[in-house]
Protein backbone atom coordinates (compact mmCIF):
# COMPACT_ATOMS: atom_id res chain seq x y z
CA UNK A 1 0.00 0.00 0.00
CA UNK A 2 1.49 2.94 -1.16
CA UNK A 3 -0.38 5.60 1.35
CA UNK A 4 -0.78 9.27 0.27
CA UNK A 5 1.09 10.19 -2.59
CA UNK A 6 1.70 13.69 -3.37
CA UNK A 7 3.33 15.40 -6.96
CA UNK A 8 5.48 17.26 -7.15
CA UNK A 9 7.66 17.39 -4.05
CA UNK A 10 8.96 20.83 -4.70
CA UNK A 11 7.74 23.96 -6.88
CA UNK A 12 9.01 27.22 -7.09
CA UNK A 13 6.53 29.73 -9.32
CA UNK A 14 6.58 33.33 -10.06
CA UNK A 15 4.20 35.71 -8.45
CA UNK A 16 0.89 35.99 -10.59
CA UNK A 17 1.49 32.65 -11.94
CA UNK A 18 -0.55 29.50 -11.29
CA UNK A 19 0.00 25.85 -10.35
CA UNK A 20 -1.19 22.71 -9.61
CA UNK A 21 -0.93 19.82 -6.65
CA UNK A 22 -1.81 16.38 -7.03
CA UNK A 23 -2.83 13.87 -4.91
CA UNK A 24 -3.60 10.38 -4.34
CA UNK A 25 -5.35 9.12 -1.75
CA UNK A 26 -4.42 6.07 -0.11
CA UNK A 27 -6.24 2.86 -1.13
CA UNK A 28 -10.07 2.25 0.56
CA UNK A 29 -10.28 6.18 0.73
CA UNK A 30 -12.56 7.60 -1.07
CA UNK A 31 -12.14 11.33 0.49
CA UNK A 32 -9.74 13.95 0.42
CA UNK A 33 -8.66 17.03 2.38
CA UNK A 34 -5.82 20.26 1.14
CA UNK A 35 -4.47 21.75 4.10
CA UNK A 36 -1.90 24.57 3.64
CA UNK A 37 0.94 24.90 6.63
CA UNK A 38 2.92 27.93 7.08
CA UNK A 39 6.17 27.59 8.33
CA UNK A 40 6.56 27.14 11.94
CA UNK A 41 2.62 27.22 11.78
CA UNK A 42 0.22 23.42 12.30
CA UNK A 43 -1.45 23.30 8.74
CA UNK A 44 -4.64 25.12 8.05
CA UNK A 45 -7.74 23.57 6.57
CA UNK A 46 -8.35 24.25 2.84
CA UNK A 47 -11.15 22.30 1.25
CA UNK A 48 -12.24 18.64 1.72
CA UNK A 49 -13.44 16.93 -1.28
CA UNK A 50 -16.45 14.07 -1.91
CA UNK A 51 -18.05 12.21 -4.59
CA UNK A 52 -16.06 14.95 -6.77
CA UNK A 53 -17.71 17.65 -4.89
CA UNK A 54 -16.08 20.47 -2.40
CA UNK A 55 -18.12 19.71 0.75
CA UNK A 56 -16.64 21.87 2.99
CA UNK A 57 -13.88 24.89 2.66
CA UNK A 58 -11.93 26.55 5.14
CA UNK A 59 -11.12 30.43 5.23
CA UNK A 60 -9.16 30.63 1.91
CA UNK A 61 -10.43 33.08 -1.27
CA UNK A 62 -11.78 31.56 -4.36
CA UNK A 63 -8.02 31.72 -6.08
CA UNK A 64 -7.88 28.50 -4.29
CA UNK A 65 -9.91 25.63 -5.95
CA UNK A 66 -10.07 21.94 -6.48
CA UNK A 67 -11.23 18.74 -8.25
CA UNK A 68 -11.63 15.27 -7.31
CA UNK A 69 -11.66 12.58 -9.82
CA UNK A 70 -13.69 9.12 -10.47
CA UNK A 71 -10.71 7.38 -9.38
CA UNK A 72 -10.72 9.39 -5.90
CA UNK A 73 -7.67 11.54 -6.84
CA UNK A 74 -7.65 15.09 -6.46
CA UNK A 75 -6.01 18.72 -7.88
CA UNK A 76 -5.48 21.71 -5.92
CA UNK A 77 -5.21 24.57 -8.49
CA UNK A 78 -3.90 27.97 -6.78
CA UNK A 79 -4.37 31.59 -9.23
CA UNK A 80 -2.75 34.57 -9.37
CA UNK A 81 0.09 33.48 -6.68
CA UNK A 82 1.10 35.26 -4.04
CA UNK A 83 3.92 35.48 -2.03
CA UNK A 84 2.16 34.58 0.72
CA UNK A 85 0.78 31.53 -0.73
CA UNK A 86 4.47 30.16 -0.37
CA UNK A 87 4.19 27.14 2.07
CA UNK A 88 4.22 23.23 2.36
CA UNK A 89 0.19 21.98 1.29
CA UNK A 90 -0.99 19.08 2.56
CA UNK A 91 -3.52 16.41 1.33
CA UNK A 92 -4.97 13.61 3.49
CA UNK A 93 -7.12 10.94 2.76
CA UNK A 94 -9.73 9.09 4.66
CA UNK A 95 -12.69 6.76 4.59
CA UNK A 96 -16.54 8.28 4.91
CA UNK A 97 -17.18 8.27 8.10
CA UNK A 98 -17.18 9.68 11.48
CA UNK A 99 -14.63 7.80 13.76
CA UNK A 100 -11.96 7.26 10.35
CA UNK A 101 -8.35 8.01 10.63
CA UNK A 102 -6.65 10.26 7.82
CA UNK A 103 -3.56 10.15 6.31
CA UNK A 104 -1.48 12.81 5.58
CA UNK A 105 0.76 12.70 2.34
CA UNK A 106 4.52 13.93 2.42
CA UNK A 107 3.04 16.87 1.23
CA UNK A 108 4.15 19.80 -2.09
CA UNK A 109 6.62 22.83 -0.56
CA UNK A 110 5.45 25.47 -3.00
CA UNK A 111 7.64 28.39 -3.20
CA UNK A 112 6.92 31.54 -4.92
CA UNK A 113 9.32 34.21 -5.64
CA UNK B 1 -9.63 28.36 15.85
CA UNK B 2 -8.25 25.12 17.47
CA UNK B 3 -10.32 23.97 20.47
CA UNK B 4 -6.90 22.32 22.31
CA UNK B 5 -4.30 24.03 23.92
CA UNK B 6 -0.85 22.46 24.52
CA UNK B 7 2.15 23.38 26.25
CA UNK B 8 4.93 24.72 23.75
CA UNK B 9 7.76 22.73 24.36
CA UNK B 10 8.98 19.62 26.39
CA UNK B 11 12.02 17.71 26.87
CA UNK B 12 12.08 14.06 27.94
CA UNK B 13 15.27 11.69 28.16
CA UNK B 14 15.68 8.59 26.01
CA UNK B 15 14.18 5.57 27.33
CA UNK B 16 11.83 7.04 29.76
CA UNK B 17 8.34 8.08 29.19
CA UNK B 18 7.21 11.02 27.75
CA UNK B 19 3.66 12.16 29.08
CA UNK B 20 2.38 14.82 26.50
CA UNK B 21 -0.75 17.33 27.94
CA UNK B 22 -3.88 18.39 26.46
CA UNK B 23 -6.74 21.11 27.22
CA UNK B 24 -10.42 20.85 26.00
CA UNK B 25 -12.52 21.56 28.25
CA UNK B 26 -14.86 23.12 25.52
CA UNK B 27 -14.47 19.32 23.92
CA UNK B 28 -18.38 18.35 23.00
CA UNK B 29 -19.99 14.66 23.89
CA UNK B 30 -19.65 13.88 19.95
CA UNK B 31 -16.17 14.95 19.13
CA UNK B 32 -13.40 12.73 19.36
CA UNK B 33 -9.54 13.58 20.19
CA UNK B 34 -6.86 12.45 18.09
CA UNK B 35 -2.86 12.69 17.92
CA UNK B 36 -0.88 13.52 15.12
CA UNK B 37 3.08 14.51 15.13
CA UNK B 38 5.38 15.29 12.46
CA UNK B 39 8.86 15.31 11.91
CA UNK B 40 10.89 18.01 10.44
CA UNK B 41 7.99 19.01 8.08
CA UNK B 42 7.22 15.78 6.36
CA UNK B 43 3.47 14.83 6.99
CA UNK B 44 1.80 14.95 10.17
CA UNK B 45 1.99 11.24 11.07
CA UNK B 46 -1.74 9.83 12.63
CA UNK B 47 -1.03 8.32 16.34
CA UNK B 48 -4.13 7.73 18.12
CA UNK B 49 -7.65 8.91 18.71
CA UNK B 50 -10.54 7.98 21.39
CA UNK B 51 -13.92 9.58 22.56
CA UNK B 52 -13.82 8.98 26.29
CA UNK B 53 -12.45 5.37 26.70
CA UNK B 54 -8.52 4.96 27.30
CA UNK B 55 -6.81 3.97 24.26
CA UNK B 56 -3.47 1.94 23.51
CA UNK B 57 -1.77 1.24 20.11
CA UNK B 58 2.04 0.15 18.96
CA UNK B 59 3.21 3.29 19.42
CA UNK B 60 1.25 4.88 22.18
CA UNK B 61 -1.40 5.43 25.16
CA UNK B 62 -3.92 8.05 25.09
CA UNK B 63 -5.64 8.51 28.81
CA UNK B 64 -8.95 10.59 28.46
CA UNK B 65 -9.94 12.48 31.79
CA UNK B 66 -13.78 11.47 32.67
CA UNK B 67 -14.87 14.42 32.17
CA UNK B 68 -13.11 14.63 28.78
CA UNK B 69 -11.53 18.13 29.39
CA UNK B 70 -8.34 17.08 29.25
CA UNK B 71 -6.24 13.99 27.68
CA UNK B 72 -2.56 13.00 27.66
CA UNK B 73 -0.69 11.23 25.15
CA UNK B 74 2.16 8.64 26.50
CA UNK B 75 5.17 7.54 24.68
CA UNK B 76 6.22 4.55 26.64
CA UNK B 77 10.38 4.24 26.01
CA UNK B 78 10.90 7.35 24.48
CA UNK B 79 13.57 7.27 21.65
CA UNK B 80 15.40 9.78 19.18
CA UNK B 81 13.17 9.75 16.94
CA UNK B 82 10.34 10.56 18.37
CA UNK B 83 11.14 13.91 18.59
CA UNK B 84 9.08 15.69 16.70
CA UNK B 85 5.68 18.04 16.92
CA UNK B 86 2.97 16.89 18.55
CA UNK B 87 -0.59 18.05 18.17
CA UNK B 88 -3.52 17.44 20.09
CA UNK B 89 -6.57 18.02 17.92
CA UNK B 90 -10.76 17.75 18.74
CA UNK B 91 -12.01 16.77 15.46
CA UNK B 92 -14.97 19.17 14.47
CA UNK B 93 -18.27 17.29 12.56
CA UNK B 94 -20.08 19.91 10.14
CA UNK B 95 -22.70 17.00 10.37
CA UNK B 96 -23.22 13.33 10.59
CA UNK B 97 -21.06 12.60 8.17
CA UNK B 98 -17.94 15.35 7.60
CA UNK B 99 -15.32 17.11 9.79
CA UNK B 100 -11.86 18.37 9.45
CA UNK B 101 -8.90 19.08 11.92
CA UNK B 102 -8.32 21.93 13.32
CA UNK B 103 -4.47 22.25 14.17
CA UNK B 104 -3.11 24.48 17.12
CA UNK B 105 0.67 25.15 17.28
CA UNK B 106 1.15 21.70 18.89
CA UNK B 107 4.26 20.35 21.36
CA UNK B 108 7.86 20.76 20.30
CA UNK B 109 9.02 17.84 21.55
CA UNK B 110 12.66 16.86 21.98
CA UNK B 111 14.00 13.39 23.03
CA UNK B 112 17.74 13.83 24.45
CA UNK B 113 20.28 11.34 24.56
Known amino acids: DAGVTQSPTHLIKTRGQQVTLRCSPK?????VSWYQQALGQGPQFIFQ???????QRGNFPDRFSGHQFPNYSSELNVNALLLGDSALYLC????????????FGQGTRLTVV | DAKTTQPPSMDCAEGRAANLPCNHS???????VYWYRQIHSQGPQYIIH???NNETNEMASLIITEDRKSSTLILPHATLRDTAVYYC??????????????FGPGTRLSVLP
Open chain 2, 26 to 32: TISGNEY
Open chain 2, 89 to 102: IVRVPWDNYGQNFV
Open chain 1, 49 to 55: YYEEEER
Open chain 2, 50 to 52: GLK
Open chain 1, 92 to 103: ASSSEGYNTEAF
Open chain 1, 27 to 31: SGHDT
